[in-house]
Nanobody, 121 residues
Framework: QVQLAESGGGSVQSGGSLRLSCTAS????????MAWFRQRPGKEREGVAG???????TYADSAKGRFTISQDNTKRTLYLQMNDLKPEDTAMYYC???????????????WGQGTQVTVSS
């Protein structure tokens, strides 16, 4: 059974940084495409950054230049380094996995439970 467990969320002030982690179990990690999504209060879930099983990466415009997605296949862990955080980044952040390339479409097969990020001004 595929399980994704996010961690690293918290409360920071505007301009601060956080690193989110997502550890996968029950999957052949290197064969999966992974992504980070977020859901802001009152908004639909939106893609933030994605990485395919070749290591190609895509970012949402809101994340470009501030967020970095990476992974450690040996640790079966996906990361999202978030710098220069803004109040509008406040959201529940979710990790997602799928054997097919989904990029930032919210159609991934597997999802974590989420980790809350709160940015105060």
């Amino acid at each position: 059974q595929v399980q994704l467990a996010e961690s690293g969320g918290g409360s920071v002030q505007s301009g601060g940084s956080l690193r989110l982690s997502c550890t996968a179990s029950g999957v052949t990690y290197s064969r999966f495409c992974m992504a980070w999504f977020r859901q802001r209060p009152g908004k639909e879930r939106e893609g933030v950054a994605g990485i395919d099983n070749d290591g190609d990466i895509t970012y949402a415009d809101s994340a470009k230049g501030r967020f970095t997605i990476s992974q450690d296949n040996t640790k079966r862990t996906l990361y999202l380094q978030m710098n220069d955080l803004k109040p509008e980044d406040t959201a529940m952040y979710y990790c997602a996995a799928d054997p097919e390339v989904r990029w930032l479409l919210p159609t991934y097969e597997y999802w974590g439970q989420g980790t809350q990020v709160t940015v105060s001004s």
